[in-house]
């Protein structure tokens, strides 16, 4: 139900944009986040956005460098990535659901997720 796409390989200081768009769910009521797993870690927080795009929530490591926006007529969220790093390869997820506050920040919150689009950055 919902698709991430926009991932590859880019070099260190780069851009990626990624989508996450939804089929047979609207995104208009939840909020969405996108979280990333790398290879024998652990799945992290990214970024997230309300269901009107009146609240944005950046992990720390991203702030600056990554923005999320939404358009719920299209029913699509873009990350837009900039000054990439090596450290940020993974593999890159949305997620969507009925969240608010500090709980957009954890991925157990979230029912519904994508498959996921990977995201290489070289060094």
């Known amino acids: 139900q919902l698709q991430a796409s926009g991932g590859g390989l880019v070099q260190a200081g780069g851009s990626l944009r990624l989508s996450c768009r939804a089929s047979?769910?609207?995104?208009?009521?939840?909020?969405v986040g996108w979280f990333r797993q790398a290879p024998g870690k652990e799945r992290e927080f990214v970024a997230a956005?309300?269901?009107?795009?009146?609240?944005?929530y950046y992990a720390d490591s991203v702030k600056g460098r990554f923005t999320i926006s939404r358009d719920n007529a299209r029913n699509t969220v873009t990350l837009q990535m900039n000054s990439l790093k090596p450290e940020e390869s993974a593999v890159y997820y949305c997620?969507?659901?009925?969240?608010?506050?500090?709980?957009?920040?954890?991925?157990?919150?979230?029912?519904?997720w994508g498959q996921g689009t990977q995201v290489t950055v070289s060094s």
């Open positions: 956005i309300t269901w009107n795009g009146g609240s944005t």
């Open positions: 047979r769910l609207s995104f208009s009521p939840y909020t």
């Open positions: 997620a969507a659901g009925a969240v608010s506050g500090s709980r957009a920040t954890m991925s157990g919150a979230y029912p519904y």
